[in-house]
């Protein structure tokens, strides 16, 4: 379901791109569109998330129905009121958050007051999106994740909707992406409505600040905030400098972290939506055997596909970034730039994705104070990262690539930090067998670069059409991938020694 999302994603993309390329207009909607997005995942699948699925397991193990049922009701009511008053905040103070975000763009004020004006349209998404990452928790929590895997489609739907249907009659186009996203965040809440009553898990919202399980989730929420959206801050951190570059870095940046966040969004997501719920149970039954077993086989998984996705990213950047949106207004340059970006972002797959998996070690025991002294450090190394690359790289016109190069190196950092830590207090005990599984994914990788370099260099991708860039795409990207496990299985890797072990 993820990837049926994702898929869909990068169709929203190919078409944002076609229709309003990499713009000061696309740059001022895609500030606008972050802001609310980034505190979504701060706050909701973020650090809401992570501080509400332990609780919520700890009483789905240990309480009765309607002990159960209470807590729900008095979440959702506290949760929907802390929504209401923070987007009716945002929209009050949508200039200074602007000026917050996206400071380079006073120099332009048609820009700023643009992006100030689509701000307003999109921050009541928070609100809806945090209450569909509430409803999505619960039914995870239950094993139920087909839908909200697929709750995100109706985004993409309705910001390629809006694009092609509404943009052509509004005096200022770029909104109607503005009213896409606000008209999604209704409908993906609304979508997760009948999946809950199916379930008898819809809650009946009532205020409950003073419940003690809610006071024990919001105690966590502060911990987690850092902890888990480290990545989040460092790409606004990204946004923010951008903003003070080149005309079109904020675009440039947009567009090569989507194609990093398909495998991060198909996998790390993924596996770290099924992993939170998991360990949490591994937890709240005290089986520490089986916790570490859970541990160990997500973080070959993390190996086993982050490898070939990075050298993919890493080499296929210019054809990849050329044959999405390299259509209309989204120029040859813009490809470039892109690239660029691309390239430099791909370093840190592994460590995005290893974060996904790590930060579940911590907050499904409810510890989040050590993923929050973590994420403190990584955003510190970012920022001095970004103080001594971008803008020395900027003259040559690889700054905004400098500020996805800091971003990488630091989630590499993060997930280095967090991945010593359970090492060293034995929460996470490697299993026998990684030293042969490293040589034959590091000799199946080695193995792929030279068809991966050949296909990015041997054909003119910027000038072909189409049909060509496509079919030429198709047929590189599957030998490639082809490649490498063909490799693993001459070595004697095989499906069932990457199958979770039993008793977990």
Not at 3 to 19: E, H, N, P, T
Not at 238 to 243: E, F, G, Q, R, Y
Not at 418 to 430: M, Q, W
Request: charged letters at 15%; proline letters at 6%.
């Amino acid at each position: 379901m993820t990837s049926v999302s994702r898929l869909l994603g990068f169709v929203r993309d190919v078409v944002i791109a076609r229709y309003f390329g990499a713009a000061p207009d696309t740059d001022a909607f895609l500030v606008a569109f972050r802001i609310p997005n980034f505190l979504r995942r701060l706050f909701a699948e973020g650090s809401f998330s992570q501080a509400f699925v332990p609780v919520l397991s700890d009483y789905k193990e240990r309480r009765d129905q309607t002990q159960l049922k209470l807590f729900l009701d008095r979440t959702a009511g506290s949760l929907s009121l802390a929504l209401l008053l923070m987007t009716l905040a945002g929209i009050i103070a949508a200039p200074l958050l602007i000026l917050l975000f996206a400071p380079g763009f006073c120099r332009d004020a048609a820009q700023f007051e643009l992006s100030v004006a689509m701000l307003r349209i999109t921050f009541p998404y928070l609100f809806f999106i945090s209450l569909t990452a509430f409803a999505g928790a619960i039914l995870n929590t239950w094993g139920r994740f087909a839908v909200p895997a697929f709750t995100p489609v109706f985004l993409n739907f309705s910001m390629i909707a809006a694009t092609i249907w509404l943009a052509p009659y509004l005096s200022e186009p770029i909104t109607a992406l503005a009213w896409g996203v606000l008209v999604a965040g209704f409908v993906q809440l609304g979508f997760q409505v009948p999946a809950l009553l199916r379930a008898g898990l819809l809650p009946t919202p009532r205020f409950g600040f003073h419940d003690s399980g809610v006071r024990r989730v919001i105690a966590l929420i502060g911990p987690a905030i850092f902890g888990v959206s480290v990545t989040q801050v460092n790409l606004l951190v990204d946004t923010l400098i951008a903003s003070f570059l080149a005309a079109g870095s904020v675009s440039w940046l947009y567009y090569s972290d989507r194609l990093v966040e398909f495998p991060l969004g198909i996998f790390g997501v993924a596996i770290g939506t099924v992993m939170l719920p998991h360990l949490s149970k591994n937890h709240a039954s005290r089986d520490r055997d089986g916790f570490s077993r859970s541990l160990d086989w997500a973080l070959r998984w993390v190996i086993l596909i982050g490898l070939p996705a990075t050298l993919g990213l890493a080499l296929l950047a210019e054809p990849m970034i050329s044959t999405l949106f390299q259509y209309d207004r989204f120029s040859s340059h813009d490809t470039e730039m892109a690239s660029r970006s691309l390239m430099t972002y791909s370093i840190g797959l592994i460590g995005f994705i290893a974060i996904k998996v790590l930060v579940p070690g911590f907050s499904s025991r409810q510890d989040l104070h050590t993923p929050v002294r973590y994420g403190v450090y990584a955003v510190v190394a970012n920022l001095a990262l970004n103080l001594a690359l971008v803008f020395q790289l900027a003259p040559i016109g690889w700054g905004h690539a400098g500020l996805a190069l800091a971003t990488a190196l630091a989630a590499l950092f993060n997930a280095g930090l967090l991945l010593a830590k359970l090492l060293k207090e034995r929460i996470y005990r490697p299993e026998p067998g990684w030293t042969i599984f490293l040589l034959r994914v590091a000799f199946a990788g080695a193995v792929m670069v030279p068809i991966l370099v050949y296909a990015s260099n041997a054909y003119p991708w910027q000038t072909w059409s189409m049909t060509e860039r496509i079919s030429h795409l198709a047929l590189w990207i599957p030998l490639g991938f082809g490649t490498y496990v063909s490799c693993l299985t001459l070595t004697g890797l095989r499906p069932r020694h990457m199958l979770i072990p039993e008793g977990t």
